[in-house]
T-cell receptor
């Protein structure tokens, strides 16, 4: 089992709709959770991070964390063509370890 | 916006050559990382550093070395380039006490 799973294929959403991305992780002791956006040919850009169960909102982005079910999700409201990118989920492991584990990413295509 | 730089941005080189990929950051971050990423795939950690004169191997480190003589500088060296090294190499940094990693623009390496 991979540490971080992002299994959905490319997600196509109409402009203005909500894009929903999910990520599951295997290490129950994980403490920190991140969403990165990566445009084609570019490096990842941090857009959201969350440490506690529940929701965290930042502009059009909402991260949701459920540690009991070991999943973290990202909602993009009012999707714009500029949101078309690959979204990487990253998970920080237990105390004393500095390494993040990354998922393969989910591609989002916003259709004008 | 993170101030982290990588040179060269693109490199095409022949098999057997020695390569050094440069990474510098001006934020004073103590922790730095090298990742390798193939298209559509996860980021794989190659090496990381907790501070000056402190380096650790990641998952794909057997064919490369790093050094951390200065806080701001974390070069990656491939002693003998092979076509299997063709990939994108991403440098990242973060400040101790924070889990948020910031990425440089990447070096796209092609070994012929």
């Amino acid at each position: 089992q991979k540490e971080v799973e992002q299994n959905s294929g490319p997600l196509s959403v109409p402009e203005g709709a909500i894009a929903s991305l999910n990520c599951t992780y295997s290490d129950r002791g994980s403490q920190s959770f991140f969403w990165y956006r990566q445009y084609s040919g570019k490096s990842p850009e941090l857009i959201m991070f969350i440490y506690s169960n529940g929701d965290k909102e930042d502009g059009r982005f909402t991260a949701q964390l459920n540690k009991a079910s070991q999943y973290v999700s990202l909602l993009i409201r009012d999707s714009q063509p500029s949101d078309s990118a690959t979204y990487l989920c990253a998970v920080g492991p237990r105390y004393g370890n500095n390494r993040l584990a990354f998922g393969k990413g989910n591609q989002v295509v916003v259709i004008p | 916006e993170a101030d982290i730089y990588q040179t060269p941005r693109y490199l095409v080189i022949g098999t057997g050559k020695k390569i050094t990929l440069e990474c510098s950051q001006t934020m004073g971050h103590d922790k730095m990382y090298w990742y390798q990423q193939d298209p559509g795939m996860e980021l794989h950690l190659i090496h990381y550093s907790y501070g000056v004169n402190s380096t650790e191997k990641g998952d794909l480190s057997s064919e490369s070395t790093v050094s951390r003589i200065r806080t701001e500088h974390f070069p990656l060296t491939l002693e003998s380039a092979r076509p299997s090294h063709t990939s994108q190499y991403l440098c990242a940094s973060r400040q101790g006490g924070s889990y948020e990693q910031y990425f440089g623009p990447g070096t796209r390496l092609t070994v012929t």
